[in-house]
C-alpha cells in the first residue's frame, strides 16, 4: 500500500489566497483527520471524518476552513481567504475501525503565507 | 490541566544509551495508549501502541503504561543516531465510535555517536 498520500508538499500563497490540500487514505481505511502542526501548539486536530461524514469538527479554528470529503479515497481542506498565521504543516491521517485505531499519517503539506 | 502532559526537552544521550521518554495525563478514560516517531520534516509513525496497563516489547523498544499513576514511558535500549527524532505520545478512549487520539507535544531527542 502506497500509505496517506498528500498534495502539494509544499505551499507558498499570498495572504488573501484560496488554499487547497488534498489526501487520500489509506484503501480500506474508514476513518480520515486533519491535523495542524506549529512548534508552539504542537499537533492539533482539526477535524475528523468517518465513513466520509464529518464527525468532530471543533477543532477548526475558524469559518475561513472548511473540509470535505466526497468520497472514500479523497479529501480536502480550504482555507479561504488564508493569513499568516495558517503558516504551518498540515497532516492527513487515516485509520480502521477495528483494534487499537491507531492512525497513519501522511507526509505533511507544508504551508507558508506571506 | 492539560490531558496530556509531555516533556519537550530536548534530551541529548550518548550512542548506547538507555533512553527514558515519558508523558503523564489527566483523563483516566483514556485505554489505548501509542508512541509515534517523527523525523524533521516527515510525519509521525507509529512506533507501537498498547492497551490498558502493563508492558509491551518491540526489538529495542518497550512501551510501559500505569494507569493507577496516569502515567506512560517508552524505553529505547541501546539507543541509536537513527533514533534521533521527536517522539510523541497519544492516547484515546476505548468504545463507541470514538476514535480521536489526544497527543503530546513531543520530545525532542538526539543521540549522538
Known amino acids: 500500500d502506497a500509505g496517506v498520500i498528500q498534495s502539494p508538499r509544499h505551499e507558498v500563497t499570498e495572504m488573501g489566497q484560496e488554499v487547497t490540500l488534498r489526501c487520500k487514505p489509506i484503501?480500506?481505511?474508514?476513518?480520515l483527520f486533519w491535523y495542524r502542526q506549529t512548534m508552539m501548539r504542537g499537533l492539533e486536530l482539526l477535524i475528523y471524518?468517518?465513513?466520509?461524514?464529518?464527525?468532530?469538527d471543533s477543532g477548526m479554528p475558524e469559518d475561513r476552513f472548511s473540509a470535505k470529503m466526497p468520497n472514500a479515497s479523497f479529501s480536502t481542506l480550504k482555507i479561504q481567504p488564508s493569513e499568516p498565521r495558517d503558516s504551518a504543516v498540515y497532516f492527513c491521517?487515516?485509520?480502521?475501525?477495528?483494534?487499537?485505531?491507531?492512525?497513519?499519517f501522511g507526509p505533511g503539506t507544508r504551508l507558508t503565507v506571506t | 490541566q492539560k490531558e496530556v502532559e509531555q516533556d519537550p526537552g530536548p534530551l541529548s544521550v550518548p550512542e548506547g544509551a538507555i533512553v527514558s521518554l515519558n508523558c503523564t495525563y489527566s483523563?483516566?478514560?483514556?485505554?489505548?495508549f501509542m508512541w509515534y516517531r517523527q523525523y524533521s520534516r516527515k510525519g509521525p509513525e507509529l512506533l507501537m501502541y498498547?492497551?490498558?496497563?502493563g508492558n509491551k516489547e518491540d526489538g529495542r523498544f518497550t512501551a510501559q503504561v500505569d494507569k493507577s499513576s496516569k502515567y506512560i514511558s517508552l524505553f529505547i535500549r541501546d539507543s541509536q543516531p537513527s533514533d534521533s527524532a521527536t517522539y510523541l505520545c497519544?492516547?484515546?478512549?476505548?468504545?463507541?465510535?470514538?476514535?480521536?487520539?489526544?497527543f503530546g507535544k513531543g520530545t525532542l531527542l538526539t543521540v549522538n555517536p
Open positions: 491521517a487515516s485509520s480502521f475501525y477495528k483494534g487499537a485505531g491507531e492512525q497513519y
Open positions: 484503501s480500506g481505511h474508514d476513518y
Open positions: 483523563n483516566s478514560a483514556f485505554q489505548y
Open positions: 497519544a492516547m484515546r478512549r476505548s468504545g463507541g465510535s470514538n476514535y480521536k487520539l489526544t
Open positions: 471524518f468517518n465513513n466520509n461524514v464529518p464527525i468532530d
Open positions: 498498547t492497551y490498558s496497563s
